[in-house]
């Protein structure tokens, strides 16, 4: 199940988190066994401006209880303030083979089971916030497999739920293990397509055989616009009980269905642009006189990087 990975996608789409956008930008790309080397304090530790980090590293050992005091201590000294439970350390390893124990939002540490494998490669965004003599002080806000690391990969989008092909899947499965849990938008927007057919036909590749479905247009100040999608849901209703329509104005905070027997979600966004755009002969055929479809016509992009932030607030168009 993925996250926003690594974002926590599914926990924000059942509306356990505020929003949908992590700003993996604002992490520079650094070395853990760099780090390790670094000058280290003989006693105590040195604190200084936080640094916001991108390690790639190995699972060694899933989150257990550690001590945060010092943890905590460095936070208020250097102004870094989390909304989130900290609580638990994991272990991870070095393209050295150096291991190190490193905080992680309990948020965050939950999920990881579920999509990295112990002896997997992954990415973590973590804040580097003091040294001790044993190493740097880091605090892990956010993973995700790495690139190239099919297991793993494997492992993060969970059960294949059948949208699209072995060779093309436009969006992230996430599993949840309660059906009939309500599923909220990324985002405000507004109801374009709502497929109640859970055997309707598709004869274009990048739509795929999704099941029940619902698709919201969420439309910005700026004119710019994204299309998200909910799939293999086993209802498509509201807060109410009762069916959704084209044309409903929704919130984040709102039900729009509820995750079906499969216990498996799929979720895909796919922004408006002149990118990407399927002009093809095949489209066109199926869907060129349907507006309900318009959005199927913009390819899909990986809904654990894209950011909803940089389009500005949501508002009805």
């Given at each position: 199940m993925r996250k926003l990975a690594g974002l926590s996608l599914l926990a924000i789409l059942l509306g356990l988190l505020p929003a949908l956008g992590f700003d993996y930008a604002r992490y520079e790309a650094a070395d853990l066994d760099a780090l390790l080397a670094a000058r280290r304090p003989r006693a105590g530790f040195d604190t200084f401006p936080p640094r916001a980090l991108k390690l790639d590293v190995t699972l060694a050992a899933y989150a257990e209880p550690c001590q945060t005091g010092l943890l905590s201590r460095a936070m208020t000294m250097v102004g870094?303030?989390?909304?989130?439970?900290?609580?638990?350390?994991?272990?991870?390893?070095?393209?050295?083979?150096?291991?190190?124990?490193?905080?992680?939002?309990d948020l965050v540490a939950d999920f990881l089971p579920k999509e990295i494998p112990l002896g997997h490669r992954l990415t973590l965004f973590a804040v580097h916030l003091y040294t001790t003599p044993d190493g740097p002080g880091l605090l892990v806000n956010e993973f995700k497999s790495e690139p190239g690391d099919d297991a793993a990969k494997a492992a993060a989008n969970g059960p294949n739920c059948g949208c699209g092909s072995p060779d093309f899947h436009p969006g992230v499965d996430l599993t949840n293990d309660v059906a009939g849990a309500p599923v909220r938008p990324a985002a405000d927007g507004i109801v374009v397509k709502v497929e109640t057919d859970e055997n309707a036909a598709v004869a274009v590749p990048t739509i795929g055989h999704c099941g029940r479905y619902i698709v919201i247009k969420h439309s910005y100040p700026d004119g710019?616009?994204?299309?998200?999608?909910?799939?293999?849901?086993?209802?498509?209703?509201?807060?109410?009980?009762?069916?959704?329509?084209?044309?409903?104005?929704?919130?984040?905070?709102?039900?729009?269905?509820?995750?079906?027997?499969?216990?498996?979600?799929?979720?895909?966004?796919?922004?408006?642009?002149?990118?990407?755009?399927?002009?093809?002969?095949?489209?066109?055929?199926?869907?060129?006189?349907d507006p309900a479809m318009a959005w199927s016509r913009y390819q899909p992009v990986d809904p654990q990087t894209f950011d909803f932030g940089k389009l500005g607030e949501a508002g009805s168009k």
């Open positions: 870094v303030t989390v909304n989130a439970q900290i609580s638990r350390c994991i272990k991870v390893r070095s393209a050295k083979g150096a291991q190190q124990r490193v905080f992680i939002q710019r616009a994204v299309f998200t999608r909910y799939a293999q849901l086993g209802r498509v209703v509201g807060a109410d009980g009762r069916p959704l329509a084209a044309g409903a104005k929704v919130t984040k905070a709102d039900k729009i269905g509820e995750v079906g027997s499969k216990k498996v979600l799929h979720f895909e966004v796919r922004p408006v642009g002149a990118d990407g755009v399927d002009k093809s002969a095949a489209w066109l055929a199926q869907y060129g006189a």
